[in-house]
């Protein structure tokens, strides 16, 4: 076994431009260790995409080096597609046929891997095994293309935003699925817009943002980096006067405040400390609230306050921070 599953030093990817090139990749340094769930998170167009695509030997960089389970796809692609697996973000199958066909056919391509059923079994798909693809759910032929990326039982399995419009339940069953493969040894490379996803299942994040890597941790560490473990969101009433997230910033214990999408979010230290004068701040300003709770900081938080905004919507502002687009791939 390799020390790394994955090594990337000074990834760069650059595309021609209109005024000159762009780097969609810009001097990426990163390390998969054996048996890792990473995930890959960042808004649209920092460059994940790219360099998962790079990952995947879909794509070639423009410089750096990049290793897959010790091997380079310049000299070892085919020996690196038989120890890999792939799930697109969008996948198309023949809809006449039927999932245990499929899997029949995709074993073929490889030397050593798993039996049609035993992939079928891995998924929960069993009793579906002979129905037609067409006759198949949207989380149903999701799993169905992560039992295809399992059936060549990969030592690396790269998942693309696998339960992107999925049904919680359906959200739920991949989740399982990958759990799976993290207790058995393999390596995964998640990429997700959902922040719960990447704190779940995920054992190290990195954070991309212009072609660059700026954050790099387990889910718990980059939480922890807020300052805060506490995240107090609340709304004011129709008549009341305007106010920036910069008005609570003064406010006990506020470490960082944003504006949402209906209101406002603080990171505090203390909510019993950071509460009561944040009451006591709204009343002298007359100004009423129409809702008030108080959560957990989680990963999400960690992302608006790097990026200024969130993963999936990127409209809120982050005060303090530095505020900063992918087409859906065909099957093969």
Known sequence: MTDWAIRVKDLRKQYPGRDGPVDAVNGIDLEVSPGECF??????????????????????????????????WETDEKAIRERIGVTLQETRFPD????????RLFRSFYREGLEPEEA??????????????????????????????????????????PTTGLDPQSRRQLWDV???????????VLTTHYMDEAEKLCDRVAVIDQGKIIALGSPRELIARLGGEHIVEFALGGDSPS??????????????????????????????AAIPALLDYLDERHCP????????????????????????????????????????????
């Open 289 to 332: 609230l129409a809702r008030l709770t108080t959560r957990q900081a989680s990963l999400e938080d960690v992302f608006v306050a790097l990026t200024g905004r969130h993963l999936r919507d990127g409209e809120s502002e982050e005060t303090p921070g530095n505020g900063k687009g992918r087409k859906k791939r065909r099957g093969r």
């Open 120 to 161: 079928i079994a891995r998924v929960s798909l069993e009793s579906k095994s002979n129905t037609f693809v067409e006759n198949l759910s949207g989380g149903q032929q999701q799993r169905l293309a992560v039992a295809i990326a399992l059936i060549g039982d990969p030592e690396l399995l790269f998942l693309d935003e």
């Open 96 to 103: 006449k046929q039927t999932v245990h066909e499929l899997l």
């Open 243 to 272: 106010l920036e997230p910069s008005s609570f910033a003064g406010l006990a214990t506020v470490l960082a405040t944003r504006a949402e999408a209906d209101g406002f979010a603080l990171t505090v230290g203390a909510p019993h």
């Open 178 to 188: 990958i759990g799976a493969l993290r207790a058995r040894g393999r390596t995964t």
């Open 39 to 72: 995930g890959l998170l960042g808004p649209n167009g920092a460059g994940k995409t790219t360099t998962v695509e790079i990952l995947e030997g879909l794509k070639p960089p423009t410089s750096g080096t990049v290793e897959v389970l010790g091997l380079r």
